[in-house]
């Protein structure tokens, strides 16, 4: 650790919310993805699990509307430092899709890949137990195109790289495939509270 | 059963650009050795990096500052310098209202102070100077792209390369006398005598599309959210495929 000369930051507040290395970055909510925002209408949008599951599955929107709401409301960390505080999504637990699908007991990883195109990895234990959404909404109002709508994966204690915009689907593997990101020299796993952000951390 | 199977990335090419994970990972003590003005708001800073591992035209890198209590704060910035500027590194900064580590650079930083560096990060944005490169940037967002051109010209390489840079008054054009035949300015609130004042549309882009080099263009867009959201609808709607559309969004 190198002391910069006259370099003070900004006023500390001890937020117990906020992992190492992070800011928060208030009202604002910094769009980041490397594509093209896709035109994809909500009729268009389907999920799909398959992969080392029992019953490989396709959800349209409306089918994916008829399971059990669930709501996420916290905060996000994105690996380029900003965290959002107090953001509130809606949607289904992704505990519900996969107890449709029914993983094997070998199942231990999933690729997410979004209508793009996108990919990220992520251990099937991040994904389950109440840790996971298929999110549409936010803040009360459908999920805006550049913020992944009509509907993202929404995985709030990793990076937030790994919630996938324009959720597609997810395979579940017995392995782990690294994703784009990870492909391109970011953590396989990406724990803020780690500081996961790049391969090696 | 192993599955191997993973959904076709449609828009990855990084399968030709390695990212070092000891690079990635270890944090460097960089010096800065200049500071230069490029527009009223906005400053290259130099610095000297002797254990810089190396980059291509468009990586990023992480800077890290440390006040005395310990408290840290890092930013990621894109590289502004070309890869072959031997054992220096610049990066050129807008002056952020309120920001904490570009506030640091524009009102604190002089020669001689020293920060700490980790990359160069990320794969994605980089062109190494292979397939034609058709490059969209506004404002600072034209920092990556910069480093593309100066990479270009030090090379002297051949494959073909197009800017198109929007900026709101010829005063506030980045690296304005740096930019040659490559570039054509958009400027959007005043502009020199003769050339129109408006926002980057169709009529810049369209042409360049018609005249594709041979194995098409790489399309690179850097600027604002709302910049990039632009510019990509209207490459694509030239019709540039969206997976040979490479985007870096400034918050």
């Known amino acids: 650790m190198h002391i910069t000369r006259g370099f003070t930051g900004r006023p500390r507040v001890a937020d117990p919310g906020l992992p190492p290395g992070q800011y928060d970055a208030g009202d604002d909510w910094p769009v980041l993805s490397a594509e093209v925002t896709p035109e994809l209408a909500s009729a268009d949008w389907t999920f799909r699990i398959d992969g080392l599951v029992a019953e490989p599955r396709t959800w349209d929107w409306e089918e994916a509307h008829r399971m059990p709401p669930s709501a996420y409301e916290g905060a996000i960390h994105c690996v380029t430092s900003w965290s959002k505080f107090g953001v509130r999504f809606a949607g289904v637990s992704l505990d519900a899709f996969l107890d449709t699908a029914r993983p094997h007991a070998s199942a231990t990883h999933a690729v997410a890949y979004s209508h793009t195109g996108y990919t990220a990895n992520l251990p099937l234990a991040d994904l389950t137990g109440g840790r996971a959404w298929i999110a549409w909404e936010y803040d009360g109002k459908p999920l805006a195109p550049e913020h992944g709508g009509p509907a993202r994966l929404l995985v709030p204690h990793l990076y937030f790289w790994k919630s996938a915009k324009w959720i597609a689907g997810l395979r579940i593997l017995d392995h782990d495939e690294p994703g784009f990101w990870e492909r391109n020299g970011y953590h396989e796993r990406g724990n803020p509270w780690e500081e996961q952000r790049y391969a090696g951390d | ?251």
């Open chain 2, 1 to 251: 059963m192993t599955e191997t199977f993973v959904p076709p990335t449609r828009f990855a090419v990084p399968g030709r650009i390695a990212v070092s994970e000891q690079a990635a990972s270890e944090w460097q003590t960089a010096t800065v050795t200049g500071i230069r003005r490029e527009t009223p708001r906005v400053t290259t800073f130099r610095l000297a990096v002797p254990h810089w591992p190396g980059h291509l035209p468009g990586q990023h890198l992480m800077v890290r500052l440390t006040a005395e209590d310990g408290y840290a704060a890092q930013r990621h910035y894109s590289i502004a310098s070309a890869p072959d500027d031997s054992g220096h590194i610049e990066l050129t900064l807008d002056h952020v209202e309120g920001g904490e580590v570009s506030g640091w650079f524009h009102t604190v930083a002089r020669p001689g102070d020293r920060v700490e560096v980790r990359g160069p990060v990320s794969g994605f944005f980089a062109w190494p100077g292979d397939r034609p490169a058709l490059l969209i940037g506004a404002g600072s967002g034209v920092v990556p792209l910069m480093s593309m051109i100066r990479h270009h010209r030090a090379r002297n390489l051949t494959v073909p390369l197009r800017l198109v840079v929007s900026a709101r008054s010829p005063e506030e054009l980045v690296y304005a006398r740096e930019l040659g035949a490559e570039t054509t300015a958009v400027f959007t609130r005043s502009a020199p005598e003769g050339v129109a004042v408006g926002r980057m549309a169709a009529a810049h882009v369209a042409p360049l599309l018609a005249e594709q080099p041979a194995g098409g263009w790489e399309a690179y867009v850097c600027g604002s959210n709302s910049f990039a959201e632009h510019a990509s609808r209207l490459l694509v709607t030239a019709g540039q495929p969206v997976d040979r559309i490479r985007i870096e969004r400034f918050g």
